[in-house]
């Protein structure tokens, strides 16, 4: 079956950097589109940003854009997002997905404070 699962969240000062990986397997990685999203206390989960089967497209959030880098690699079926700079507003829970169904990891937190 699908299973997606993250790592490398954890606790960074301001302007620190994490690096997120999502490892992949039950389904031919290399076929489809992947995503990041991440859920605040209180608030709705997003989408942070996405990567097309071959990785040759990126899309981010507004808020992330400059400062987190969205990639994969196909042949160990895995994505990562490496994050700098990051800011207190960066706290979240940080979820991998499959773009085309309802397949997503258990989350990993992050947490921004000094």
């Known amino acids: 079956q699908v299973q997606l699962v993250e790592s490398g969240g954890g606790l960074v000062q301001p302007g620190g950097s994490l690096r997120l990986s999502c490892a992949a397997s039950g389904f031919a990685f290399s076929f489809y589109a992947m995503s990041w999203y991440r859920q605040a206390p209180g608030k709705e989960r997003e989408l942070v940003a996405s990567?097309?089967?071959?990785?040759?497209?990126?899309n981010y959030a507004d808020s992330v854009k400059g400062r987190f880098t969205i990639s994969r690699d196909n042949t160990k079926k895995t994505m990562s997002l490496q994050m700098n700079s990051l800011k207190p507003e960066d706290t979240a829970v940080y979820y991998c997905k499959r773009v085309m169904g309802n397949y997503w990891g258990q989350g990993t937190q992050v947490t921004v404070s000094s």
């Open positions: 990567i097309t089967n071959t990785g040759g497209i990126t």
